[in-house]
């Protein structure tokens, strides 16, 4: 969906680097979030913010950290990568209501080395 | 605790036969209830969602799903298969009792891939 885009959309790292992967969306939604996509264990949630000031952790939220940076940006940071962090990183936002869908960006596709 | 699985890690159907792609869930409550679609390389697209109403929804590119509250289910179909719709599919839920900070949250099965021959 090109309302949601995600930077890099490939990287390749060494373990030890600190690395950003950044989100930015159009759609004017409050709720972000980050996901984590492995083979056969479909999408897993990292972070997700339901506003600017509103953090909160996921699942597998060790290792990696968020910055809420305004309304439309969110971006993941790996502190230290190292190898089993190598996935498909994915952000996606959705508004308000409760029966409200997720929008997804085309993802990011991280490799540590 | 919420949660959903996706028995079938893969679905082959010939093309123009009908598919079905199986998803139960468990919630402690009311569900909403998602299907998503994963091509190559792309990122997930919503195809349709049950909030409440009839238990028959109907979505993008010719699917429907049908709510079953009695066997905590939500599979996906659609009654002549494409080639093009080979690609991964999702389901997720949405627990509609939960309050705070874990409220909007959805939960994804592992997925089912589809593929359909010519």
């Known amino acids: 969906d090109a309302d949601v885009t995600q930077t890099p959309r490939n990287r390749i790292t060494k373990t030890g680097k600190r690395i950003m992967l950044e989100c930015s969306q159009t759609?004017?939604?409050?709720?972000m979030y980050w996901y984590r996509q492995d083979p056969g264990l479909g999408l897993q949630l990292i972070y997700y913010?339901?506003?600017?000031?509103?953090?909160n952790k996921g699942e597998i939220s060790d290792g990696y950290s968020v910055s809420r940076q305004a309304q439309a940006k969110f971006s993941l940071s790996l502190e230290s990568a190292i190898p089993n962090q190598t996935a498909l990183y994915f952000c996606?936002?959705?508004?308000?209501?409760?029966?409200?869908?997720?929008?997804f960006g085309p993802g990011t596709r991280l490799t540590v080395t | 605790a919420q949660s959903v699985a996706q028995p079938e890690d893969q679905v082959n159907v010939a093309e123009g036969n009908p598919l079905t792609v199986k998803c139960t869930y468990s919630?402690?409550?009311?569900?909403?209830l998602f299907w998503y679609v994963q091509y190559p390389n792309r990122g997930l697209q919503f195809l349709l969602k049950?909030?409440?109403?009839?238990?028959l929804v109907k979505g993008s590119y010719g699917f429907e799903a049908e709510f079953n509250k009695s066997q905590t289910s939500f599979h996906l179909k659609k009654p002549s298969a494409l080639v093009s719709d080979s690609a991964l599919y999702f389901c997720?839920?949405?627990?509609?009792?939960?309050?705070?900070?874990?409220?909007?949250?959805?939960?994804f099965g592992r997925g089912t891939q589809l593929t359909v021959w010519p």
């Open positions: 919630v402690s409550g009311n569900p909403y």
């Open positions: 996606a936002t959705s508004d308000l209501q409760r029966g409200a869908e997720q929008y």
């Open positions: 759609k004017g939604h409050d709720r």
């Open positions: 913010s339901f506003d600017v000031k509103d953090i």
């Open positions: 997720a839920v949405r627990d509609l009792t939960t309050r705070g900070s874990t409220l909007g949250r959805l939960y």
């Open positions: 049950y909030i409440t109403g009839d238990n």
